[in-house]
């Protein structure tokens, strides 16, 4: 398979489709397959970063 050009889409407007696991940029339709069953991947990749260390902090520990 040869790339001519690669494509930039932003995480926002990212949707892939579950039918035939391409990435688009319509939230209509999968531009491959026509599908209209597509997930945003901001939903999924696009997570705040939650800090660990924190959610330990003063429990005590569980091993020796």
């Known amino acids: 398979m040869k790339f ?3 494509q930039h889409i932003p995480l926002s407007s990212a949707y892939l ?3 035939c696991n391409c ?5 209509e ?9 597509l997930l945003a991947l ?3 990749l696009d997570r705040e970063v939650e ?3 924190m959610e330990y902090a003063g429990r005590p520990a569980l091993a020796a």
Request: some cysteine.
């Open 23 to 27: 990435i688009g940029n319509c939230a």
């Open 17 to 19: 489709c579950p039918d």
């Open 4 to 6: 001519i050009a690669m």
């Open 51 to 53: 800090d660990e260390s």
């Open 29 to 37: 339709h999968c531009p491959v397959c026509a599908s209209p069953i």
């Open 42 to 44: 901001a939903n999924v």
